[in-house]
C-alpha cells in the first residue's frame, strides 16, 4: 500500500471490531468513496485478552490486523503504527479509540489539508470532538489549568493546545525526533504528554474546522470508569505534571486535586473516588 497519505491506527479492547464506532465508520466511507480509501492505510490492534475476529470471518484486504493479548497499550500500538507507517512512506498517523464516530466530511478535510501548504507549518492537525454542544477536545493549556477551545476556532492557536488522542493526526518526522511514543505513558496522559513534546520542539496544532462526535468515559465516571482504572488515571496525572511542570506545576495540582475531591465527594454516590483523589492531593 505505498504511496498512501495517512496511516490510522483503530485500537479494540473488548469490542467487535464492528462494534467500534470509529472503524466501522471509516470502513463505511472508504466502502463509498475509492478516492479516499486510496489515501488511507488502516492498522487495528487489538488488545483484548481473547480476539474479538472471529475465526470464520476475516478483514477487508485494506486492513492490518493484528491481537496482542497482553495488551501493551496504546503507546505500543501507536508505536507499531508509527513504524507500518514509515514501511508505506506515509507522512501522517491517524489515532482513532473506539468510540469516535468519523464522517466523510472530516476526512476529505483532513485530506485537503494535508494536501495544502498548511500541512508544511503544522505538526498535528485536530478536529474538534463533542458531546452535544460541549467541545472536549482541543483544549486551551493556560498557566494553571485547561480552558475549551472556542467552538467557532479553526486554524492555528496562538497558545499551546492539547487534543485527545482520538482524531488527532500527527506528523510523522516530529513523531519520529522525539522517539515516538513514550512507553512509559503506555495509555493514560500519552496525549497530554506528545502535544507538549511536540509543541514544546516548536511545533503548531492546525484546528480543524470538522466537529465529530465522541463519548468522554470521565464524564459518566461510576458507570465507565472503575475505581482501580481511576487510580491509574491518577498517577499518570501525576507523572505528567512532574515530568512537565505544566499547568502550574505540582503545587496547583494538588489544589485542583482538592477542588475536584470536594466535587466528586458531592456529585458521586460512590465516594471511593474522592477519597482517591484527596489521597492524590496529599501524599
Known amino acids: ?42 492498522l487495528v490492534q487489538d488488545n483484548s485478552p481473547e480476539s474479538q475476529l472471529p475465526a470464520s470471518e476475516t478483514v477487508p484486504v485494506s486492513v492490518e490486523y493484528h491481537h496482542e493479548p497482553t495488551n501493551p497499550g496504546l503507546a505500543a500500538a501507536y508505536n507499531r503504527a508509527l513504524q507500518v507507517a514509515k514501511d508505506r512512506q506515509a507522512e501522517w498517523l491517524l489515532l482513532l479509540d473506539q468510540d469516535t464516530t468519523l464522517d466523510r466530511c472530516f ?16 505538526c498535528a492537525l485536530v478536529p474538534k470532538l463533542v458531546k452535544g454542544n460541549l467541545v472536549l477536545s482541543p483544549s486551551v493549556v493556560g498557566k494553571l489549568s485547561y480552558r475549551p477551545l472556542p467552538a467557532s476556532f479553526t486554524g492555528f492557536s496562538a497558545h499551546p493546545l492539547v487534543a485527545f488522542n482520538s482524531a488527532s493526526c500527527l506528523k510523522i518526522l516530529p513523531l519520529e525526533s522525539l522517539g515516538g511514543f513514550p512507553r512509559e505513558y503506555c495509555l493514560d496522559y500519552l496525549d497530554h504528554i506528545v502535544f507538549h513534546r511536540l509543541q514544546a520542539a516548536g511545533g503548531r496544532v492546525y484546528v480543524l474546522d470538522s466537529r465529530l462526535e465522541h463519548n468522554l468515559a470521565l464524564k459518566n465516571m461510576e458507570s465507565e470508569v472503575s475505581i482501580e482504572r481511576y487510580s491509574d488515571i491518577l498517577a499518570a496525572e ?22 475536584r475531591a470536594a466535587t466528586l465527594a458531592i456529585k458521586l454516590s460512590n465516594k471511593d473516588y474522592a477519597s482517591r483523589t484527596l489521597h492524590a492531593a496529599v501524599k
Open 1 to 42: 500500500m505505498a504511496g498512501i497519505l495517512i496511516q490510522c491506527v483503530v485500537v479494540l479492547y473488548k469490542q467487535r471490531p464492528e462494534q467500534a464506532q470509529s472503524l466501522s465508520s471509516l470502513l463505511e466511507i472508504c466502502r463509498h468513496d475509492p478516492s479516499i480509501a486510496s489515501k488511507i492505510g488502516v
Open 238 to 259: 501525576w507523572r505528567f505534571v512532574r515530568d512537565t511542570g505544566a499547568i502550574g506545576g505540582p503545587l496547583a495540582h494538588r489544589l485542583r486535586l482538592l477542588k
Open 107 to 122: 476526512l476529505l478535510e483532513l485530506l485537503a489539508t494535508v494536501e495544502s501548504e498548511t500541512s508544511g507549518l503544522a
